[in-house]
């Protein structure tokens, strides 16, 4: 069975940097969309960025040009650089595999905590 595995995530001071990976278990012929979601305590799951297997990209408008998400299709592995940091950006993050053919078996992983402290 395939799995989404996260790592990278940690405690970071406000204006530092994470990056964070998730890499499937095993092959997987072919993803669409990857991607990256956040949630906090007490908030419902948000997206955070997406990319296609184009290379095509779209953010949440809070992590604009501070958030860098890539993919390397060979590998199945999805990364999320996270710069300049801030308190709010404190969450569990889970990626997401969307899994070809049509309409996408959407797999998730596990989530790893990210905690930017002030």
């Known amino acids: 069975q395939v799995q989404l595995v996260e790592s990278g995530g940690g405690l970071v001071q406000a204006g530092g940097s994470l990056r964070l990976s998730c890499a499937a278990s095993?092959?997987?012929?072919?993803?669409?969309?990857m991607g990256w979601h956040r949630q906090a305590p007490g908030e419902q799951r948000e997206l955070v960025a997406v990319?296609?297997?184009?290379?095509?990209?779209n953010y949440a408008d809070s992590v604009k040009g501070r958030f860098t998400i890539s993919r390397d299709n060979a590998k199945n592995t999805v990364f999320l650089q996270m710069n300049s940091l801030k308190p709010e950006d404190t969450a569990v993050y889970y990626c997401?595999?969307?899994?070809?053919?049509?309409?996408?078996?959407?797999?998730w992983g596990q989530g790893t905590q990210v905690t930017v402290s002030s």
């Open positions: 997401h595999a969307d899994i070809e053919p049509p309409p996408y078996r959407r797999l």
């Open positions: 095993n092959r997987i012929f072919s993803i669409n969309t």
């Open positions: 990319i296609t297997s184009g290379g095509s990209t």
